[in-house]
């Protein structure tokens, strides 16, 4: 028994919800436009954006949109979304009603076009319109109360025909077909005229022109029944005038009467664009090359401890806390902390390290990374769309599907393209012919127009050269979150850090803990107390030193963080708090007996806090100083900032003298020290009103403002998730060094695209006038055009060679 059904994507007071739709047919920059606009049109969709050179859409709905709505927009406008599928193996199911429940879990899932289950086997296929992770099918079929893996066999058809290469047989045979018509041509410059009969070239030309290029022909249908045009329309409208005038001559004159037929033209220009077609998909490819990288580190399969065995289980049916033993040279299956073993992993595919890193009890793991040597037991914390591998192929994937600004610019050109040089290709038909009476050569040059307008040059510009970017970059460990944070960070010219876990090491050590009265046990019992429960550096470097030293916890209660300032507790009836020198100043509690200490302690730059008792009178009961050390590239990531003409600025919340004595190391232009998280934005606000592209670097979670207030957030993914969530780009190793690559990269990525659409823009305007002038033939163009995306494509997989700085 089978059903299917389709979903309702988002209620109208729901979050939005982003679909990833391929798109099939687009063969210009004017067919994004067009694809465009008509999802938008589409009611509940708040935006879509089409990506030429990946085939997809991304669209953002907000009402309950339908797949098939979706689809029918976009088969209205002449093209198609390709049809995918999964297989799903489902347990659980007794009876038909069970059957309905599972289709409607699945097809509630964004991107499920429908769903059938099969009771008798117990399977389901899912049709898809987008790309969907199999773990988000399989949580939903869970959800639902019942049981499900990936079928073996099953694989994601979308996925499967975006891997392989365009055929070369209809290229070759073309190529065959038209060297016959084109030889003689190579051989009049040394005497010899030779030409096959009329018929026979007829006979080698109308293959090519109906059966070889009927692509351009369906294409060109396709956009004139949505009233517009595109690549195909001018390709069909040149060649079948080249084709039709040898065609009247050669039935008007006969075999021998013909001063010349043009078969020629038609059957080498389609060839010469189906070759640069071919060559400009191959290329297209090598673009996507991080993704498919990437993708290729999912293992399929992890052994998993169960009922004292060890099993080889689907990595989709591991689940959170399961235990997955990885042996020497295994790919490690899953996110996880090591529970048993030590080893070295090669983590270089996901941050770019090109060291292995140590890995023993308590060490979090990556999937995708490379067991070196020693047997690892890892229990599992993330699989499927939450792993961190997951994560980065999606913010690679949406980096690379958003549109750059200067893209929209683009956009609005190419819709009027087409239009454009069908009427400049109508005016040189009518010119020539009028002034000179010879309609065949007024013909040629119309078509010699139509041929070499090339909108695919102008579509690819950009995107082209934004996925080599982001691909070449996430190799290296840069995460670029969107095209818009690639484009800005180009124009950097302040880049404002936050100190710990940034410009240091994030682990500060306690070196000083001196009392203003009682023992230094006392002091220590006490601090420790009020950051038992904290997971802050400082706190974790109080309950270290507490540890070897002995010294018993007292438990507190009513604990507290005081957000930019410190913690405050109960601790044996004692109301006690621990922070910063302005906390203490806003509690009124007098630090002088140790004030002259605490100066020395930060003139050496260490970070000092001050503990006191607020019970009745404020008393103070003594200070604790941090050392932190600077990460080993934090002086060559200033330095390569320097180089690229940027000024430096460090934010922080810590003393003066200590942020003073990091600066002066580092050789930091503007130190800021004692700010607040909730003005660090303000910080940043105020740089930008001076003029300057501000690019913020931070990992905390008090980062995340003025991550967000920056032109550009640079966020450690050894921080938190939120400070990732708030940034543009995210540095998968805690390397400061990194911050200058990145800039490197969107400068050398922005130029690439300039570059581009410099040659594509002066390529029509110089092309088009001079196929107009009767100065190229229709060989000649087509051949350009065909060079023309492929030399576009070409520059901008240059940026492959880059290597970074650190």
């Not at 840069?478 to 404002?496: G, R, S, T, Y």
Request: with cysteine; proline share 5%.
């Amino acid at each position: 028994m089978s059903g299917q059904s389709t979903p309702a994507v988002a209620g109208p007071g729901d979050a939005p919800v982003n679909w990833t739709l391929p798109i099939e047919g687009m063969t210009c920059a004017s067919c994004v436009g067009r694809v465009e606009r008509a999802l938008s049109q589409v009611p509940g969709v708040r935006r879509a954006s089409v990506n030429l050179a990946t085939e997809t859409a991304e669209v953002e709905a907000d009402a309950p949109v339908q797949a098939a709505t979706l689809r029918a927009a976009v088969e209205k406008a002449g093209y198609e979304i390709p049809a995918g599928s999964v297989d799903l193996s489902i347990g659980g199911m007794t009876c038909a009603s069970c059957v309905s429940r599972v289709e409607k879990a699945l097809a509630r899932v964004p991107g499920v076009a429908g769903a059938e289950v099969n009771l008798a086997t117990e399977t389901a296929r899912v049709s898809l319109v987008s790309k969907v992770d199999p773990a988000v099918l399989i949580a939903a079929v869970e959800q639902a109360g019942y049981e499900a893996r990936l079928s073996a066999q099953s694989a994601p058809a979308t996925e499967a025909a975006a891997a392989g290469l365009p055929t070369w047989w209809p290229i070759a045979l073309a190529g065959a077909l038209s060297l016959p018509l084109v030889v003689p041509m190579l051989l009049m410059p040394f005497g010899i005229h030779w030409m096959p009969n009329g018929w026979v070239q007829w006979a080698l030309a109308t293959p090519v022109q109906f059966w070889l290029g009927a692509r351009f022909y369906r294409g060109a249908w396709k956009a004139l029944r949505a009233r517009t045009g595109n690549m195909d329309l001018l390709v069909a409208l040149g060649t079948s005038a080249a084709y039709g005038l040898s065609v009247y001559q050669l039935l008007r004159h006969g075999t021998h009467g013909a001063t010349h037929l043009y078969f020629e033209a038609s059957a080498v220009v389609i060839t010469l664009v189906l070759l640069g077609k071919w060559l400009e998909t191959r290329a297209k490819r090598q673009t996507t090359e991080a993704i498919r990288a990437l993708n290729a580190l999912r293992p399929e399969v992890a052994r998993v401890r169960r009922d004292g065995g060890e099993v080889e289980v689907p990595v989709a049916s591991v689940h959170p806390g399961d235990l997955v033993v990885v042996r020497p040279g295994e790919r490690v299956p899953v996110d996880g902390e090591v529970v048993e073993g030590a080893s070295q992993v090669d983590e270089s595919l996901i941050t770019g390290e090109s060291l292995p890193v140590d890995k023993q009890h308590g060490d979090r793991v990556t999937g995708g990374s490379v067991n070196a040597e020693g047997l690892l037991v890892v229990r599992t914390t993330a699989v499927g769309a939450e792993s961190m591998l997951a994560r980065i192929v999606r913010l690679v994937e949406s980096a690379q599907a958003k549109k750059a600004p200067i893209q929209r610019l683009v956009d609005r050109v190419s819709e009027v393209f087409v239009p454009v040089i069908v009427a400049i290709a109508a005016v040189t038909l009518l010119a020539w012919g009028g002034a000179t009476g010879d309609w065949e050569l007024a013909i040629l040059n119309a078509v010699a127009v139509l041929v070499i307008a090339c909108p695919c040059a102008l579509g690819l510009a950009t995107p082209t050269a934004i996925m080599a970017g982001t691909g070449v970059a996430a190799r290296h460990g840069i995460l670029i979150k969107d095209a818009e944070a690639l484009e800005v960070a180009h124009n950097v010219k302040v880049v404002a850090f936050d100190k710990t876990g940034t410009l240091t090491e994030g682990k500060p050590e306690l070196v000083a803990a001196e009392p203003a009265q009682g023992e230094r046990r006392d002091l220590l019992a006490a601090s420790a107390a009020l950051q038992a429960g904290s997971e802050h550096p400082l706190a974790r470097a109080v309950m270290a030193e507490a540890q070897r030293e002995g010294i018993v916890v007292p438990a507190a209660t009513q604990a507290r963080a005081v957000a930019g300032r410190g913690m405050a507790a109960s601790v044996e009836g004692r109301e006690l708090r621990l922070g910063s020198g302005r906390y203490m100043q806003e509690l009124g509690v007098e630090t002088g007996p140790l004030a002259q200490r605490a100066a020395a302690l930060q003139g050496e730059g260490r970070t000092v806090s001050w503990v006191a008792s607020v019970s009745g009178q404020p008393v103070l009961l003594g200070l604790l100083a941090f050392g932190d050390t600077l990460k080993p590239t934090s002086d060559a990531a200033l330095q390569s900032l320097r180089e690229q003409g940027i000024r430096s600025v460090l934010l922080t919340g810590d003393n003066a003298g200590a942020a003073r004595a990091i600066g002066q190391a580092l050789g930091v232009d503007d130190v800021r020290a004692e700010v607040l998280p909730e003005h660090k934005a303000e910080a940043i606000a105020a740089l930008r009103a001076e003029g300057h592209v501000v690019a913020m670097v931070g990992d905390g979670i008090n980062d995340a403002p003025a991550l967000a207030a920056a032109d550009v957030g640079i966020a450690m993914s050894t921080g938190t998730d939120v400070a990732m969530h708030a940034a543009g780009v995210t540095l998968m190793r805690g390397d400061p060094a990194l911050v200058g690559d990145a800039i490197d990269i969107s400068r050398r990525t922005y130029a690439k695209i300039r570059q581009n659409l410099f040659w594509a823009f002066v390529y029509n305007v110089v092309g088009v006038p001079l196929a107009a002038l009767g100065l190229l033939s229709p060989v000649l163009a087509g051949a350009a055009m065909a060079l023309s995306s492929v030399s576009v494509v070409s520059n901008a997989l240059l940026l492959r060679r880059w290597k970074g700085r650190a």
